[in-house]
């Protein structure tokens, strides 16, 4: 369990109305990193307290609430726009991340803020996307040749592309993790079993939707989302497990797909974490995908140093938790044995410098 | 001075402030001297109320903490725990960077990627990470790149961009019996449609130092008081802060509705000149001049219609800080109704 | 520029409407018509010719062609190309705004 004021204020958002004004600074600092502060004004509305909370937390809210509000139109309208350039095309785009969630109308969006736009398509009708986007005004972001050739050689996505009437950026993806790493999946299944949505773009599967999202988190280095992701993952659960259909093809899919011990990650801090319903079964199915002792306790240890990030001028935590993590992204690129004596003995030595 | 003798204190010299504002009668403002201030600041910090805002304020090098001080000695500061909207520290991020090359390090808490400066300068980073602060965090209030300047019932709004001279023009008229809401960061209340004060260090540039140290001057023989240190070897070259005049700081919560729109040319070979411009260009200029008019969204909009309908609007064209107040007075009397001037009281 | 539209337009059988004319948020000064749409952000202005354009849309979804009818009917006299010319690229800069949306 983890002692800290935004989990608890997340998981129990009533406890806003007693907070002291020590405990507002903590908790609406800690939301402002974690990208959190406008999910917290959605819950007191949601449940009635926002007029018994201080004057200058509501000021403060309604700050964040016009944040997410922007953010949602631009996102909605970047969709538009795409559909509006490919008129007359019935090729399969489907929506990933935070444009999926907004089109699906998901718990997860509210209060969040997504900066760009994503969307899949398949690998052979990329060239035939990007010719389009370019005709229709969007500009290339990244146009030096080197880099370029990085992208479409390495990457699994385009190189982000920009219209300057809105500057959101859109990335173009064939794949959701870059071609060389070790769990990139085969993503024609997913889109496969992809649903159609009223305006004609694609979305996942739930089960997919998840997977996407647990597995974006335990693969990149992105530090600063992580408490965001958890508690995305959080209410995906929860959304997603009214319908008992989602918890029986969620292991199967993982095992399908390659990301069991991605899943097994994201069930163990959605349990330890949030309290998440998670049903027994599943807990017990996903066990033998867990990882071994040492690298367990590590990544355990890394993850908490995310969630409770110290702030002061020398953040030991803060400095493990943002390194931590990113070194993680590259254990499963490298064999883990060489890795984890390297990591330990520099991260040991960096922690004794600081204290 | 005990507590109860600072608060009346408080209440004899700050007037408006226990009254106009809902976020302030809750909690203790209290005065205090330099040197109870310059040890919470080296501390723990302290909060300090900054117009609208508040924000905590930490600062570990001496001569910075003394820069502050020298602008912000009159400010509001508070006793007690109080809801921050920001916190920001200065500090040297190791040893090294503490005492032996001094840098300054901002923490404004909000994902600044600003280069730390020597700290002979670091009043410059502790101001600009009040900006970053204040530019990306504030969407509740609409916000417009301009000088703002009120008097008995006239609120005046000076968009530009920098190098237009809205600083040193907003000072200008604030040493000349108006009230400094800012020079640099324009507020608008969108349930109220008032203005906000936000009265801060004015920053002034290069050529304006001399010129705004020789304006105060003419009103005040200790016109030194007023200013900060020249901080050579900035990004924008030679930045000098100018203290707001005591009657702004204790009138920082007085709002008042925006009625004059004056867009501010500065040109040394120029001669002195209003021009008329239409309705829609100055819409479109508040428009532009607004970072967070997208993020707002209708009720910017609609705002600022209302703003732009309700005002009277201008562009001025000037070789020096005595014609462009010359100017602003001249339009601002024109369109002048002393009866309407009291209706609108704000 | 895109070059979508005109490609459509040469054909003139799209069929444009205006989408979100129920949230458009309207001021005017002077002989402008500043229009905020909530729907992309963007603000814009329109003189009362490309007002009168978007009127005409706003009744009723059409093509190029019936606009220029129409138009016709209230100046009651032929359009010349040049003024024929001005109507589509008020539509194609209306389509690129996102104002109007091809049926």
Request: proline residues 5%.
């Amino acid at each position: 369990m983890v002692d800290n004021i935004l989990i608890d204020v997340l998981k129990k958002p009533e406890i806003m109305e007693g907070l002291s004004r020590e405990q507002w600074n903590t908790c609406l600092r800690e939301a402002k990193m974690s990208g959190l502060a406008g999910r917290l004004s959605y819950d007191a509305r949601d449940i009635g307290i926002i007029e018994k909370l201080p004057a200058k937390v509501q000021d403060i809210f309604s700050s964040y609430d016009y944040n997410s509000a922007s953010s949602t139109r631009k996102i909605k309208w970047e969709i538009n726009r795409v559909k509006r350039a490919l008129k007359g095309s019935d090729e399969k785009v489907v929506l990933l991340k935070g444009g999926a969630y907004i089109e699906k109308g998901m718990s997860c969006t509210v209060g969040r803020v997504s900066v760009d736009l994503d969307i899949l398509i398949a690998r052979n009708r990329i060239d035939w996307a990007e010719d389009i986007f370019l005709k229709a005004g969007w500009r290339h972001q990244v146009i030096n040749d080197y880099d370029q050739k990085f992208y479409r050689e390495y990457s699994h996505e385009l190189p982000p592309l920009v219209h300057p009437d809105r500057y959101i950026s859109i990335d173009v993806h064939h794949n959701i993790l870059p071609t060389t790493s070790k769990l990139c999946p085969d993503v024609t299944k997913m889109i496969e079993t992809s649903v159609k949505m009223e305006n004609g773009f694609y979305v996942f599967s739930n089960e997919d939707i998840i997977l996407h999202s647990i597995v974006h988190q335990f693969q990149d280095g992105e530090v600063r989302s992580s408490l965001r992701n958890l508690i995305e993952q959080h209410d995906m659960y929860k959304e997603f497990g009214k319908d008992e259909g989602f918890w029986q093809k969620l292991i199967p899919r993982a095992i399908e797909l390659g990301f069991t011990r991605a899943l097994y990650y994201s069930i163990h801090f959605a349990k330890n974490i949030f309290g998440t319903a998670i049903p027994d079964h599943i807990i017990a199915d996903i066990k033998p995908y867990g990882p071994n002792i040492i690298t367990g306790a590590i990544m355990k240890f890394m993850v908490m140093g995310v969630i409770s990030p110290n702030l002061g001028a020398k953040g030991i935590a803060r400095w493990a938790s943002m390194n931590g993590l990113y070194i993680r992204s590259h254990w499963l690129r490298m064999p883990p044995v060489l890795l984890a004596r390297h990591l330990t003995i520099k991260f040991f030595r960096k922690f004794q410098a600081d204290d | 001075m005990n507590l109860s003798e600072t608060n009346s204190f408080i209440k004899k010299e700050n007037q408006f402030m226990p009254v106009a504002s809902r976020f302030h009668n809750e909690n203790k403002l209290v005065k205090l001297n330099d040197s109870e201030l310059d040890k919470r600041l080296s501390g723990d910090g302290i909060a300090m109320e900054v117009g609208p805002f508040s924000v905590n304020v930490l600062i570990k090098f001496k001569n910075v903490r003394e820069d502050f001080l020298k602008i912000y000695r009159d400010f509001p500061f508070y006793d007690e725990p109080i809801v921050l909207d920001h916190s920001i520290s200065v500090f040297g991020r190791n040893l090294f960077r503490q005492y032996l090359r001094p840098q300054a390090f901002v923490e404004t808490e909000m994902n600044n990627d600003t280069i730390p400066l020597p700290a002979k300068i670091g009043m410059v980073s502790l101001e600009m990470g009040f900006n970053w602060q204040v530019a990306m965090g504030c969407k509740q209030y609409l916000m417009f790149h301009a000088g703002v300047v009120a008097r008995d019932g006239i609120g005046l709004i000076m968009p530009a961009m920098s190098g237009s001279g809205k600083s040193t023009l907003a000072a200008g008229l604030s040493f000349r019996g108006w009230q400094l809401h800012s020079d640099e960061f324009g507020l608008l209340d969108l349930d109220a449609g008032e203005l906000i004060p936000y009265p801060r260090a004015v920053s002034l540039k290069n050529q304006s130092i001399p010129v705004m140290k020789e304006w105060v001057s003419r009103e005040h023989d200790n016109y030194e008081d007023y200013f900060t240190p020249a901080y050579p070897g900035t990004p924008k070259g030679t930045i000098c802060y100018l203290r707001p005049p005591d009657q702004s700081i204790e009138e920082m919560h007085k709002r008042t509705k925006p009625n004059f729109v004056i867009l501010p040319i500065f040109d040394p070979n120029s001669e002195p000149k209003i021009r008329p411009i239409t309705k829609t260009m100055a819409f479109f200029r508040l428009v532009a001049s607004s970072a967070n008019y997208g993020d707002i969204g209708e009720r910017a909009f609609s705002s600022i219609a209302k703003i732009i309908e309700e005002s009277f609007v201008c562009e001025i064209i000037y070789p020096s800080l005595d014609t462009a107040v010359e100017l602003v007075e001249a339009f601002i009397a024109e369109h002048s109704d002393p009866k309407k001037a009291g209706q609108d009281d704000g | 520029m895109a070059i979508m539209p005109s490609e459509e337009l040469i054909n003139k059988s799209a069929v444009y409407h205006v989408v979100n004319t129920a949230d458009f948020l309207w001021t005017s000064f002077e002989d402008s018509n500043i229009l905020y749409d909530p729907a992309s952000g963007h603000t814009q202005v329109l003189n009362d010719f490309a007002r009168e354009i978007l009127d005409l849309l706003e009744d009723g979804p059409k093509t190029v062609s019936h606009l220029f009818s129409e138009f016709e009917e209230i100046i009651e006299k032929e359009l010349d190309p040049d003024l024929k010319n001005k109507i589509v690229e008020t539509v194609i800069n209306f389509d690129n705004m996102g104002i109007i949306e091809p049926v």
